[in-house]
C-alpha cells in the first residue's frame, strides 16, 4: 500500500483526481506543511508538496517527492537513496506571465507614479511614456515562465531576444536566440530585461554589477524566479543613479528587510514573491495534474513527467510527454 501526503490546498475535485490516479489501495494524508512532522515523514512513499527539507531527509520510504513549486532550492542534497524528485514546471506559466506583463506596463506607463500621487491627493501628469510594440526585450531563462512571457510581449508588438542555458531550438515566439554565454552581447540592447531563473549556483548574481552596468540608463528589469539571482545592492545603485526601473516578486533576502532602500525607492516595483504560489486557481488545478499523473507514473514505474536532473537542479528532459 502506498502513503501519500498531500499538503497543497486541494479542493474535494482535487483530491478525487489524485485518488484516482493512486488506486484503491493508496492511503492519502491531505496536511498543511506545517503539521507535518518527522514520524509522519518516515511513514510517506509519496510526497505532493513542500516541507521542510530536513524533514524530507528523515523520508527514508520515500519513493517520489513531488514538489508543487519549479524550483528545487534545498531539496536535492536531502533527498533519501532512491527517491526520484519531479516538480509543477508548466503550472505557473500562466500566472506569472501575466504578473510580469502588469508590472511592465505599470512600470512604462508611470502608473506607479500616479499611484504614489494619489496617495498624496496630487494631480500632476508625469511626462512621456514607453511602449511594448517595437522595445527590444531579453527574456533569460526560456522554460514555461519566460516563455509564456515571451508569447505575450512579442503578440504586444515586442522585438524578443531568448537566453536559454542550453538547447539551440528558437521558438516561433522569439526573434533571437543566444546562449546564456553571449548573454553581454544583448545585455546592451535591452529596454526590458525579465528574467525567470531558477535559484542554482550558476545563477547566483548573474545578473552583477558589472551586467547592470551594460543596461541602458532607464532601462526595466523584471525579476519573478529567483532574488538570489541579482546583485540588488548593484541594482538600487542603478535605480538610483540611472534611472532603471524594476519590477521584483523575488528578493534576496526574503522578506526584504524593512530598512532596505529598495522599498524607497521610486521606480522600484516590490510584490512579495506572489505571483505564483495558489493565487490564481488554475495555477493549482494544473499543479494537482501534474501531481496526479505522476503518482500515475510511480504505480506504473514509468518515467516521470517534470523529473528533475539532480545534478543540474533543471527539468531532465523538457520535452517529455
Known amino acids: 500500500m502506498l502513503k501519500i501526503l498531500v499538503t497543497p490546498p486541494v479542493t474535494a475535485e482535487h483530491k478525487q483526481l489524485l485518488e484516482a490516479a493512486g488506486g484503491p489501495e493508496a492511503e492519502f494524508i491531505y496536511k498543511n506543511a506545517d503539521e507535518v512532522d518527522a514520524a509522519l515523514m518516515q511513514e510517506v512513499d509519496i510526497l505532493f508538496g513542500n516541507v521542510a527539507p ?17 524550483g528545487t532550492d534545498g531539496y536535492i542534497p536531502a533527498l533519501p537513496e532512491g527517491c526520484a524528485l ?5 503550472a505557473f ?35 512621456n511614456v514607453t511602449s511594448i510594440e517595437g522595445a527590444t526585450i531579453v527574456v533569460l531563462g526560456l522554460g514555461d515562465i519566460g516563455g509564456e512571457f515571451a508569447r505575450k510581449v512579442k503578440a504586444l508588438g515586442a522585438y524578443t531576444i531568448g537566453v536559454r542555458r542550453t538547447d539551440a531550438n528558437k521558438p516561433e515566439y522569439i526573434d533571437e536566440l543566444c546562449l546564456t ?30 551586467r547592470i552596468a551594460m543596461l541602458k540608463n532607464g532601462a526595466i528589469l523584471l525579476n519573478v524566479g529567483r532574488g538570489s539571482a541579482i546583485d540588488l545592492d548593484a541594482l538600487a545603485d542603478a535605480i538610483e543613479r540611472r534611472g532603471i526601473r524594476a519590477g521584483l516578486d523575488v528578493t534576496d533576502p526574503e522578506p526584504l528587510p524593512p530598512e532596505h532602500r529598495l522599498w524607497t525607492l521610486e521606480h522600484a516595483l516590490i ?10 486557481p488554475e495555477t493549482l488545478n494544473r499543479m494537482v495534474c501534474i501531481a496526479a499523473e505522476n503518482i500515475s507514473r510511480c504505480r506504473a514505474g514509468r518515467p516521470y513527467l517534470n523529473a528533475v536532473n539532480l545534478e543540474t537542479g533543471y527539468r531532465a528532459n523538457k520535452y517529455a510527454k
Open 271 to 280: 510584490t512579495p514573491h506572489v505571483s505564483g504560489y495558489f493565487h490564481l
Open 93 to 127: 506559466g500562466l500566472a506569472i506571465s501575466e504578473h510580469m506583463l502588469g508590472m511592465l506596463l505599470m512600470l512604462q506607463k508611470r502608473l506607479h507614479q500616479y499611484r504614489d500621487n494619489q496617495n498624496k491627493h496630487v494631480w500632476q501628469d508625469m511626462g
Open 181 to 210: 554565454q553571449e548573454l553581454d552581447h544583448v545585455l546592451p540592447r535591452a529596454d526590458v530585461l525579465a528574467m525567470s531563473l531558477p535559484g542554482t549556483p550558476e545563477t547566483k548574481h548573474i545578473l552583477d554589477a558589472r
Open 54 to 70: 530536513a524533514l524530507v531527509a528523515e523520508a527514508k520510504k520515500l519513493r517520489l517527492l513531488q514538489l508543487f513549486s519549479a
Open 86 to 90: 519531479t516538480n509543477t514546471t508548466g
